[in-house]
Nanobody
Framework: QVQLVESGGGLVQAGGSLRISCAAS????????MGWFRQAPGKGREFVAA????????YYADSVKGRFTCSRDNAKNTVYLQMNSLKPEDTAVYYC????????????????WGQGTQVTVSS
């Protein structure tokens, strides 16, 4: 009963920046944390980042640590992923997800998923 809609994806040059958003609606009171995952062509779904609604505590995959920043706007029920110093290997469909757990870092720990937004980084 939670709906998630990602936006902000697009084409960017290597070394550039992009910010993608995820707007949540419905029974959002059941959501404790939000996460970002990505899936490149022919690859499995990979954890990118997660954030707690209440504390704002964040968790990042080693591959994006220091380059990506996850944030949230509780009043707008929206989470953001600021992506800097982008590399071609960051190219993927990025998915937003909602979880009832405090520190979810695995895909099976999430209950709701958005439709995804494409991020393409050219070399």
């Amino acid at each position: 009963q939670v709906q998630l809609v990602e936006s902000g994806g697009g084409l960017v040059q290597a070394g550039g920046s992009l910010r993608i958003s995820c707007a949540a609606s419905g029974r959002t009171f059941s959501s404790v944390a939000m996460g970002w995952f990505r899936q490149a062509p022919g690859k499995g779904r990979e954890f990118v980042a997660a954030i707690s609604w209440s504390s704002g505590s964040t968790y990042y995959a080693d591959s994006v640590k220091g380059r990506f920043t996850c944030s949230r706007d509780n009043a707008k029920n929206t989470v953001y992923l600021q992506m800097n110093s982008l590399k071609p290997e960051d190219t993927a469909v990025y998915y937003c997800a909602a979880s009832t757990l405090r520190v979810p870092t695995r895909d099976y720990q999430y209950n709701y998923w958005g439709q995804g937004t494409q991020v393409t980084v050219s070399s």
